[in-house]
């Protein structure tokens, strides 16, 4: 069966010592919206295999995602993992200031055939570190949908690398406010579509991944947000 997927890969990846764990690989469709089925992946972003991969990171500080704890150790931190595979490419970039980081800054990056499972990635800025609160997420994942579809991806998977970076963030909280800014930049979209002003592929797909330890929790607050949609 065909459909087209948003793979929002949510990348809430769990702490060193693990209470309890879910094998990487497992996937659940949690609901849809507006036809979107919304999908939660124990995944990282370096092998999902995707159209497009959409990694958030903050402002640079030396070594911030490799200084562990508070950041993950590399083992389990998909950003160390994608940065690697990508030959150290967000790092550099980041430490030049070829890219701040800003919050909302954006860099749809290419990288070479067979190196990652995303044919592109689009690095979103988170700003500063210090002054992070989880309702940014809203208005990031708002960014996300808008550059997919305007690059005209059928799927795309978002990772928000907040506990890779040593974030100590609220991971249901945080996967709900990722689903409720994309969808309601999706039907913006839609409602622009009925006034002929806008024109786009539609998605069939959301997948949200989530670290081995925060995938149930992840799950509970996407599924509260579908919530919200379908009410």
Known sequence: MKRIIVSAILTLTGLTTFAQTTTVG??????????????????????????????CVFEYTEGDIFNSPPALEASVNGMVHLDHDLKGIITDIRKS???????????????????????????????????????LMTDIASVAMREALRLGVG????????????????????????????????????YLKTKKMSSFK??????????????????????????????
Do not use: C
């Open 26 to 55: 497992t996937s659940t469709i949690w609901g849809k919206v507006d036809g979107v089925g919304i999908e939660g992946m124990v995944q990282g972003p370096s092998t999902e295999v995707t159209p497009l991969q959409v990694a």
């Open 97 to 135: 200031g070829r890219f701040t980081g800003h919050a909302f800054e954006t860099l749809l990056i290419t990288p070479p055939a067979g190196t990652i499972g995303a044919k592109r990635v689009l690095l979103i800025g988170l700003g500063n570190r210090n002054k992070f609160t989880p309702s």
């Open 155 to 190: 799927s795309f998977a978002f990772a928000s690398d907040l506990k890779d970076a040593g974030i100590d963030s609220p991971t249901a909280l945080v996967a709900a406010n990722v689903v409720k800014g994309m969808f309601a930049a999706y039907r913006t979209e839609i």
């Open 202 to 231: 539609p998605l069939t797909k959301v997948t949200l991944l989530a670290g081995p330890a925060f995938y149930t929790v992840a799950g509970q607050g996407i599924k509260e947000a579908i919530a919200t949609f379908n009410n």
